[in-house]
């Protein structure tokens, strides 16, 4: 397992801007696939995005398609979640994930997929 720890979180207003970090310390985070999830209280996890290890593709769940870009920095050992446009309804802790192997693409949409996860780290957006 690889231990990830999140940063950037914060409260931001409606349309805002906000990156997330994950960095990744004891292995080297472009041998992973990637994921970032988020959730809120009650509700199951779901997923944000997530980057391929083998060819760099990223998928992109439905409400943040167009806004969120996920990126990763290979000399930082870092994954990045940019969000923009942001809405009262992106307001969740955002978990990163790792996972190894090379699942299909529907299948790193599931939370089962990754068996390393962060802390989360807390986004509010309101006014």
């Known amino acids: 397992q690889v231990q990830l720890v999140e940063s950037g979180g914060g409260l931001v207003q409606p349309g805002g801007s906000l990156r997330l970090s994950c960095t990744a310390s004891g292995h080297t985070l472009s041998s992973f696939n990637m994921a970032w999830f988020r959730q809120v209280p009650g509700k199951e996890r779901e997923f944000v995005a997530s980057?391929?290890?083998?060819?760099?593709?990223?998928y992109y769940g439905d409400s943040v398609k167009g806004r969120f870009t996920v990126s990763r920095d290979n000399g930082k050992n870092t994954l990045y979640l940019h969000m923009s446009g942001l809405y009262l309804e992106d307001t969740a802790v955002y978990y990163c994930?790792?996972?190894?192997?090379?699942?299909?693409?529907?299948?790193?949409?599931?939370?089962?997929?990754?068996?390393?996860w962060g802390q989360g780290t807390q986004v509010t957006v309101s006014s």
């Open positions: 994930a790792a996972g190894a192997g090379n699942p299909t693409a529907l299948y790193l949409r599931f939370a089962s997929t990754y068996d390393s």
């Open positions: 980057l391929r290890r083998s060819n760099g593709n990223k």
